[in-house]
Every structure is written in C-alpha cells, then in structure tokens.
C-alpha cells in the first residue's frame, strides 16, 4: 500500500435541497414500535436540551430551555409534558392527537408556578395510575459491571423517577429500546430520515472546509470560524475551533474558538456536528512538514483499513480489531472508539467495541470517529465523517425516494474509489461532502492523500 499527497479537486457533488419533512404517520409509527418493544403499558422518555433524540426521533419535538416527558399510552396516546416555555413551542410536533400538558417543576427557577406545580398531579391527569407498568428512558444505561445487585438506578432526574414511581406500579428502566447498539429504535434508520442526515452531514463538512481551506496565518480563532458560513441550523454538540503550538501544550479539541492568533506551524483542530452528522478535521496551519505528513499517512492507513473491512453482517468488535492492528503497526491508537452511531446527538452508542459481537446492520448511521494517539504537543490529527450502511433493498428505495441524494451519494463513492484509492463495500454510503479527504497541511489545503 502507497500513501502519498496529490493535488486533488474535490468534485461538487450537487446542491443539497431540503429534505421534505417526517409526516406524523411516521413518528406515531416510532411511538407504537417504541412502546411496543417496552413491553409496558406505558412508556416515558425523558428529554433536555443536552439529550433531547430520543423525544426527537419519536416526536419531532425537542425542549429548549427546560425539560419534558413524552408520554407513551394505551390507544395510542401521546403526551408531551413540559414547563412554561416549551407548552406553545411542542405544537410544532407532527405526531397525531398530540395531547400537551403543563407541568410547571421543568420550567426554570423563578417562574410562575401557581397553575401545575406538582408533577404527580399532572402525571395522573394524563391517565397513570396504580398498577400501571411504566417503563423510562433515560438519555443513556449502565452496563452489568458498571453496578452490583439490584436494579440499576436510571439516567433521568431522580425528581421526575420518584414522582413516576409515586403515581405507577412497576417502573422498570428501557433505555435500551432506544439506544441499544444493535437493536434501539434510534440504531437503525429509514430512507427518509437517511435524506434528512444526509443533507445536514453535507452541510457539516461544507462548513469544516469553508474554514480549513481559508484559515491563515494572522486570523484569530473566531475569525477562522465565521467562514463557516453557518445558516441557523441546529446543532447536536457545540462548534469547535482551537489551536496551539509546542509551547501551550496539547491542542484541546473539544474546545470552542476563541480570540488565540493562529500562527504558522500551529495544529488547528475543528469541527461541526448538525442534527445528522458531524464532520472533524485537524491538521498543522503549514504548507509543508515533512515529519507531520509521516504521522498523518500513517493515521490515513488506519482509516483506510475502516473502509476495508466495515460492511453489513461485520462484528463490531472485528472491525475494532482491525482498526487497532492496523493503527498499532504505525505506533498509534484511537482516543475512543473507532466508529459510533450518530444522529441528533453526536453519539448514541456503539456496537464496535472489543469484544462486540453485535453486527453492523443496514440503516445504521454511523460516526467514523478514529481520533489518532499519540500525538505531540502543538501538533493535531484528526479526520472524521459520517456515513450510513445500506443494503440492497435500503439502497433502492433511497434511489427511488431520494434521487438527488442517492446521486451524491454514488458521486462520493466514485470519488472515494477512483480518486482516493479507498477500498469501500458496496454497503458504504457517505455522506459528507469532502469524504475522506485529509489535507495534513491547511496552508495547502489541495494535497490529499490518496492511496494506490
């Protein structure tokens, strides 16, 4: 295998139109697979504005400001109960016979709290009652050796369990119907909601290369940010932007831009996550350093090997397997997980893992996140984007519904393949607009590597 640079143009693969919307059919549809799956009678899911997919994807509704419940019932009922601020803004949920109550203990201190002050009351106003199964979600679950004996506690404030628990029978937790790696509703999704992610993971690294082609030695960080070209769209974790040299240490990723010069030879990390995907990049603001370029095509070949191995039917724990060898014959390691499932939040959960026999399966729409370590201080690597496995029936019907996207989509692949040199099963769909493209050097932002 050769690794080398070469100045690459990278292909417009076609305007990216907005995606026609979920019709409340579809998320009542969720709902009914949801509880159904539960097993209970009812079925509560919580939601804030840091883990607001699960009501997302079952509702089309997330809370701002303050929390919210949705609630799952008999004969189809579906409730959404949140505070003051959120009751006008949850009408903007599709989902049929959509019934909204007031509970005045998720909205924020201060407020009014005069009109539904206990959440008990508002609970038994939607229908709970004694002897009624419940089962929650919370935004994540713990794993069997994560807690000794008896029932694990659930992720959802302790206020809202006990008050559930004050008004229901049994409450049991199931999260898992929604987040289990393999089998959680979010895990696997539809030709639909494929479009949907995929024009907004096109619109996340459009919005990376806007910033990584233009920065130059002098912007600040902020600078460097603002050409972005960022449209209003919503964000599923915080934007990214920050740099450093030798002298300040480790180039903290995760960290917003700021009012830091950037300056030649500094590492620049950056990245945007939309409802739908998110696109990572890192490299050295240089146009040329020789030791760098090493490091990063060996990290390329980690990436590549990704590409060779992920397909419908594969293990998780294999392809982390082959990740991790491939990583480790260069001296390097993945920070996390190579790969997660991804969605409204950034991060769902994983089936690769080691050890994971869950399969990849069609629909899954998920992260290739292989964050390269060790790296040295001042120096920062990193290429990540978004893709969804499909099979040969997921990928007709895209055709068919989605013309447009399956279009780009086979535009990117035949880029990836013809120009790239990445080997990729037929099941690999990309959808980030810049797809495996890693320029080392910003200051030369069209030498990519490619492999032959």
């Not at 701002?64 to 009751?87: K, M, S, W, Y």
């Not at 989902?95 to 005045?104: A, F, I, K, M, T």
């Not at 790696?181 to 494929?194: F, H, K, L, V, W």
């Not at 069609?362 to 099979?391: K, R």
């Amino acid at each position: 295998m050769t690794i080398r640079l070469r100045e690459i143009t990278i292909p417009d693969f076609g305007p990216i139109s907005a995606p026609a919307p979920l019709d409340g059919e579809r998320y009542a549809q969720r709902c009914r697979s949801a509880r159904a799956s539960a097993g209970t009678d009812w079925l509560i899911l919580y939601a804030d504005r840091e883990h607001l997919a699960n009501v997302m994807f079952l509702s089309g509704f997330e809370p701002r400001f303050e929390e919210a419940l949705l609630l799952l019932g008999p004969q189809d009922q579906h409730i959404i109960i949140t505070g003051n601020e959120c009751v006008s803004y949850a009408a903007r949920s599709p989902l049929p016979g959509l019934e909204v109550q007031l509970s005045q203990t998720m909205s924020l201190l201060g407020q009014d709290r005069s009109r539904a002050p206990k959440l008990t009351d508002v609970l038994r106003d939607a229908g709970i009652g004694p002897g009624d199964s419940v089962g929650v979600v919370g935004w994540k679950y713990l794993g069997a050796e994560e807690w000794d004996g008896g029932e694990p506690p659930s992720f959802l404030p302790a206020a809202y369990l006990e008050a559930i628990r004050r008004v229901a029978g049994a409450v049991t937790d199931r999260t898992d119907v929604m987040l289990h790696p393999e089998t959680g509703q979010r895990s696997i999704i539809d030709a639909d909601q494929i479009a949907i992610f995929e024009a907004a993971a096109a619109r996340s690294s459009e919005m990376v290369w806007n910033a990584l082609s233009q920065i130059r030695p002098g912007d600040r960080e902020w600078e460097a940010a603002a050409r972005m070209t960022y449209r209003g769209e919503p964000f599923n974790v915080h934007t990214m932007l920050a740099s450093g040299n030798a002298a300040t240490g480790p180039v903290i990723g995760l960290a917003s831009p700021g009012n830091r010069v950037i300056e030649r030879g500094d590492g620049v990390s950056t990245a945007v996550g939309l409802w739908g995907g998110l696109t990572a990049r890192a490299g050295l603001v240089t146009d040329q350093d020789a030791g760098f370029e090493a490091l990063a095509a060996n990290y390329y070949e980690g990436l590549l090997s990704w590409y060779a191995v992920a397909d419908i039917g594969v293990a998780g724990g294999e392809l982390h397997s082959h990740v991790s060898e491939t990583l480790a014959r260069n001296g390097l390691g993945s920070m996390l997980n190579p790969g997660h499932l991804t969605g409204h939040e950034e991060w769902s959960n994983t089936p690769i893992r080691p050890g994971s026999g869950e399969p990849i399966r069609s629909g899954m729409h998920m992260q290739v996140d292989v964050i390269p370590t060790p790296v040295q201080d001042g120096w920062a690597l990193n290429c990540e984007d978004s893709v969804v496995f499909a099979d040969a029936v997921l990928r007709s019907e895209l055709a068919d519904r989605h013309p447009d996207v399956w279009r780009r989509m086979e535009a990117r692949r035949q880029f990836m393949t013809e120009q790239l040199g990445v080997r990729l099963a037929p099941s690999v769909l990309p959808l980030s607009s810049a797809p495996m493209c890693l320029p080392p050097c910003w200051l030369r932002s069209d030498r990519i590597f490619s492999c032959a």
